[in-house]
């Protein structure tokens, strides 16, 4: 009977642990909450709302994505080029656009962990304020592991993401995020 018991415990914690890890696992992928696609960029029309299920909270939750009330902040993130390739931190690409429709935006790179990609000259950014602009008010930055003259954003030798972030977006991008310009990401050379 001792054993039998033994044997029952043993099942249910490699049955409580299979599941655990299940629900972790499908947590960390971030799967089904995407209902937004302008380009390579993807964004959720849930995220920071009251509607946002119990899943997507737990999404947000596990994956320290620290969301906002949509009013205060939209989130965009590429994880491909304008091509349809995967960010490759052995390439170099060339980021380029106008302001998003925001009081202020952010542009950083983050590595597959979701957290920012360490360098010695601690470049993980650009923003509204910082990078530089041309005649008609356009800006681009370079993302790559070589140092860049200019607006640079450094990676690493692997796969990685951008996200932008829109603080305090006016009311036609909160309302229709999916007419919204963002920038385009363009593959410049790949070593």
Not at 7 to 25: C, P, Q, T
Not at 132 to 142: L, V
Request: one cysteine or more; glycine letters at 8%.
């Amino acid at each position: 009977m001792r054993g039998r018991a033994m044997r029952l415990l043993v099942l249910v914690a490699l049955a409580a642990l299979l599941g655990l890890g299940a629900a972790w696992l499908r947590l960390r992928t971030l799967v089904d909450i995407n209902d937004i696609a302008v380009g390579p960029w993807r964004s959720s029309s849930l995220i920071g709302s009251p509607q946002a299920s119990p899943y997507l909270r737990a999404v947000i939750a596990v994956n320290a994505i620290l969301a906002l009330n949509r009013s205060e902040a939209m989130y965009f993130t590429a994880t491909e080029d304008g091509e349809g390739r995967p960010l490759d931190g052995a390439c170099r690409y060339r980021v380029e656009g106008h302001d998003v429709d925001a009081r202020w935006w952010s542009l950083t790179a983050y590595g597959a962990d979701r957290f920012l990609i360490p360098n010695p000259g601690h470049r993980y950014s650009v923003t509204r304020n910082t990078v530089a602009r041309d005649a008609a008010g356009g800006w681009s930055a370079q993302i790559g592991g070589e140092p860049q003259v200019g607006d640079w954003i450094a990676t690493a030798p692997v796969r990685f993401l951008l996200t932008l972030r829109a603080y305090n977006p006016q009311p036609a991008l909160a309302a229709h995020p999916e007419t919204a310009n963002l920038p385009k990401i363009v593959r410049e050379i790949c070593s």
